[in-house]
C-alpha cells in the first residue's frame, strides 16, 4: 500500500463493478434523523430515499418517481408510505406504487426499488449485496453503548469530500492527534508519536491499541474530569469494513489499571460508521458516548462540542489531502512510517473483499 | 414516449444537428428587457446580445466582437449600433462594423452574424431558421393579450436548469396544480387529476380543455374575485413549438357558462415562451394578463405577485426533477398514467419536426 | 496570429511539453508575502509550497508530504523547514525530510522536489527549466526601482480565470485606456486610438513607446500632481517573456521634455509579472512605484488606490474575453489591427520558445 492507486483506480471502475465491499451492512442514518420528513441520501452509488412512515416504520426505497422521475424525497410521508410532490402517486415500503390518484388501474411495473433496512440501537442500517434481492446474510451489527444507562451519547452526520478509505486511515492512526487536534483531545505531539502500539487483526477486523501511561490529560480530558497532572491513557480502535468502533479514555494513575476492562476514569466511545457516498465522497455518521463524573454534571455536553470541532478538523485536513492527491496524481507514491500499521491492514482487508467480487 | 432518452440524447448530439425545431420564432426578450443596455443571452445554444439602438430598432448580434472576442454585451449602445467596451469597435444593427477608432480602413471580415428579430405585442421573436441567412418563412405569432385593455399584465424571465421540453410538459398537464401550487392557484388534488379532459391537436399545435365546474375556488382566485363557496373552473392550454398560450379562470355557477367565449368571471391569460438555452437548460418568458373585477382595484398585482411564486414552485419542481433524471440516467423510464396525453403528444410533434430536419 | 488557436490549443497539449517558455525566471511572490506563514501556489502546473524559515531563508517545495499527501501548505514554518500538519514530518529547504517523529530511520525516499528561488529587489523569483535539476542559465531580472529612493511602491497579486498570454495583449496595446479606464489613467479615447506609436524587438524582448503631447491629464494625473488643462503623455512598455516593464507618465508642455531621460514631471514605473498557473490561469504581480510632488505627499497612496481599481478593471474585460473565448471556441478568428502590432510581436516570441522547445 505504498501508492494512492487504491483511491484513484476506483475512479475508473465499470459501472457493473462495486468499488465498495458488498454483502454488507452500511450505517443509513441515526434514527434520530428520520421524523415527518423523507431524507434524501446517495449511498454507495444509489440515490436512496430514507424514510418513517406514519406507523413508524423505516423504509429505504429508490428516489425516483417511476412516472416522471421526481426524487421521492421532495414528497410527503403519510402512514402507508411515501407521496410523490409532482401528481400524487402514493409507495408502500416495499417500493410497490399503491395509488395513481385520477386512475383505477396501477400498472404492474409502477414501482421502485426498496431497499433493506434495520433499526439497531438507534442506528438505521442498510444492506447492499451483491446480487440484487438477495436476504442478508448475518445480522446488521451491534451496538449496545447508545443503550447503556452508563453513558450518554451525540451524534453527527457529516459529508466528505474524500473517499471513504482516507476516513479509516485517519481514526486507525491516531498518532495524528498532538499535530491536529492539539486544543481538544491532542495533547504532546512526541508522546502521541511515540506511544506503545500493537496491532491485531483477525476475519474482516483490524484492532489497535496504544496506551500512553503518564501523559498530561488534553483539554476535552481536563473539561470532563477531574484530572491531575498527568494520566494513564489508552486508546482501543476496531475497525469492521463498514465502521469503527473506538474507545479511548484515561484512569487516574495509581487509582485504576489501564486495561483493566473495569476500570473507572473517563471514558469516550466513539462510533464511526463510514458509507461511501461515491468513489470520491463519503457520509461519516459519528456518536460519541461519555460517562459523566459525579461532580461535573455537564460532562457529556461539552465532549460533544468538543468532538464536534475534532471532527470538523479531521476533515478540513482529510479534504486538504485528498484534494492534494488528486492534483498530484496517481504517480505520487506514498512513504509509509511506523504509525500506518493499522491503515495499512484495514486497506488490505478491502483490497481482498474488492477482489474476491470480481 | 415512454422513457426520458430524448431529452438525455440531446447531450450527445453532434454539433451539426440541432437539437431544436429550427424555422420557427422563438421568444428572445419582453420589450421591457431592453432599454439602454444590452443584454447577453445565450439562445439555442447561439450566444447573442440583444440591444435597442438609441434609434428605437432592436437588434440581435454574434455577442462577440471580431477584434479581441470581448461580449459586445459588455459594450455600449449608440444610435447607430453598439459599442464594444476594450477598442471601442462599432457594429451596425446588420453586424457590420462601422468604424475602427484610429484606423481608416475597415477590412471587410470585420463583421458579426446578425439574427433576424422582430417586435411585436411587447415580445421580441428571434428567428432561428435551418439554413444561414435564410429568410422567416412565416409571420412571427399574435398574441393580442398583451394590447388587451381588457387586460393588464405582468412578466417575468425565469433560467431553468433544465432542458425546454419538461416546461412543455409541466404546463400542458395542469393535474400537478393540487400537489405543487396549493398555496396559489391549487385546489383539490383529487378534483385535479379527476378533471374531464379534452385533448386535440392539428398540425404542430396542441389544446388541452379540462374543465372543473363546481370546485372550491383556489387562493388567487379567492384574492382576485369575490367568488362564493364554488366555482365553475375551466382550463384552456394550446402548445405551439415554442409557445404556449394558457387561459385558464371560474365564472360564478349559474351566472355565466363556463364554455361561452365571452363569459365574465375570472380570468388568467398566461403567455409561455420557452426558449431552448442549450440542450439541458431553458429561458422562459411568461406573463399573466388578468381581468380587474371593479371591487377589487389591486387583482392584477396579486395576481401576479402569486403567480411569480407559483412559478418559482414549478422551477424547483423541474430543476429537482431533472437533477434526479440525470442521476439515474436513461435507463430509467418513464410509466405514463391518464393525465400525460397532452403532454406526449408535444413531445412527439418536437420528435417529428427534430425528425424530418435530419 | 489572428486566431485564437495558440491559447485554446494549450489545453490539449500532452503533460510533457510544456504550454509555456521554459528556462526562465517567473515570479513566485512579492518579498512582503512571505511571513510566518507557508503560502500555497500552483505556478506553471507545478503545486508549489513557498516559505521563508525563522532563518530568512526562502525556499519552494513540491506542496505535497511524501507520507499521506498532505499540502505541506497545510503545515507551519520552522526555523529549519517546514513541518507537515498531519503527523509532523518536517522538511529542509532542499526538500529532504529530516525528521519523522517517533521513528529512528528516514527513508531516503522521504523526500520532495525543491525548486530554485532568489530573491532580488523585493520579488521572490522562481527558475522553471527545460530539464529537471538543472541549474539556471542566466541570472534573474533586475528592478532596481523598487530600491530607488526617488520612488515608492505598492504591490498587489491578482488571480486570473484566463491565459498569461491575453494579460500580455492587454499590457502591450495601452489604446484600451481610453474604454477601459476612464474613471483613472484614461483620458480621450481617440487621443490614444490616434497615439504616435513605435514598436521595436531585440531577442525575447519587445518595446512599444507611444506619444500624446497636448493631451488632458486623466483622473489619476490629477489627483497626484497639479497638471493643467494640459499635458505631453508618454508609455514605455518592455515585455520580456514572463514579465512587462511599463514606464508611463507626463511633463508639462514647455517646461520638460518628454523623451528627456532624465525628466521630471509624474511618472508611474510599473512591474507586472506574469506567471502561468495553468494553460488556462494566470497570476499578476503588479506593482506600481512613483514620485512625490512635493506640493501633494499624498501621491503615492491615491497612485496605488487607483492603479488597484484600475486593474480590476482590466481583470473583469480580460476574464469576460476569455470566458467568450471559450464560448465561441477555436474557430472564432481574430482581425487585427492597427494597435496589436506590439502585442502580435510578443505572441510570436512565446510562439517561438515553445516551438523551439519540442
Not at 332 to 337: G, K, L, S
Request: glycine fraction near 8%.
Amino acid at each position: 500500500m505504498n501508492t494512492i492507486s487504491d483511491a484513484m483506480k476506483m475512479s475508473a471502475s465499470v459501472a457493473n463493478q462495486s468499488s465498495f465491499p458488498l454483502n454488507q451492512w452500511y450505517v443509513a442514518a441515526f434514527s434520530g434523523e428520520l421524523t415527518d420528513k423523507p431524507i434524501a441520501r446517495k449511498l454507495l452509488n444509489q440515490p436512496v430515499v430514507l424514510l418513517r412512515t406514519g406507523g413508524g416504520q423505516v423504509a429505504a426505497l429508490e428516489d425516483r418517481c417511476c412516472h416522471r422521475s421526481l426524487p421521492l424525497s421532495c414528497g410527503t410521508v403519510e402512514s402507508g408510505g411515501v407521496r410523490c410532490g409532482y401528481h400524487g402517486l402514493l409507495y408502500a415500503p416495499n417500493g410497490s406504487c399503491i395509488e395513481i390518484p385520477g386512475q383505477e388501474r396501477i400498472p404492474a411495473k409502477a414501482k421502485v426499488t426498496s431497499y433493506v433496512v434495520t433499526e439497531k440501537n438507534h442506528i438505521v442500517w442498510i444492506w447492499f449485496g451483491s446480487e440484487e434481492g438477495s436476504a442478508p446474510t448475518h445480522d446488521a451489527p451491534d451496538y449496545p453503548h447508545h443503550d447503556d444507562p452508563k453513558y450518554k451519547f451525540g451524534w453527527g452526520v457529516y459529508h466528505y469530500d474524500a473517499p471513504y478509505q482516507l476516513i479509516h486511515d485517519n481514526l486507525l492512526d491516531l498518532s495524528h492527534l498532538g499535530y491536529v487536534h492539539l486544543k481538544t483531545i491532542g495533547g504532546n505531539a512526541r508522546q502521541h508519536m511515540n506511544a506503545e502500539m500493537k496491532v491485531t487483526s483477525e476475519g474482516n477486523m483490524v484492532r489497535v491499541i496504544r496506551l500512553m501511561p503518564g501523559t498530561p490529560p488534553p483539554p476535552t480530558y481536563k473539561a470532563a474530569y477531574p484530572f491531575g497532572d498527568k494520566c494513564d491513557r489508552w486508546q482501543e480502535i476496531e475497525f469492521d469494513v463498514s465502521h469503527l468502533r473506538i474507545w479511548t479514555g484515561a484512569v487516574e494513575p495509581g487509582k485504576d489499571v489501564i486495561d483493566d476492562p473495569d476500570r473507572g476514569g473517563f471514558h469516550m466511545r466513539g462510533f464511526h460508521g463510514i458509507t461511501p457516498e461515491t468513489e470520491t465522497t463519503a457520509h461519516y455518521f459519528w456518536s460519541m458516548a461519555s460517562n459523566k463524573h459525579p461532580d461535573m454534571p455537564e460532562t457529556i455536553d461539552t465532549v460533544i462540542e468538543q468532538t464536534k470541532y475534532t471532527f470538523d478538523e479531521d476533515r478540513v485536513v482529510i479534504e486538504a489531502q485528498y484534494k492534494n492527491m488528486r492534483q498530484f496524481g496517481e504517480q505520487a507514491a506514498w512513504t509509509d512510517i511506523h504509525v500506518d500499521v493499522g491503515a495499512v491492514r484495514a486497506r488490505r482487508i478491502i483490497a481482498k473483499l474488492l477482489e474476491s467480487s470480481r
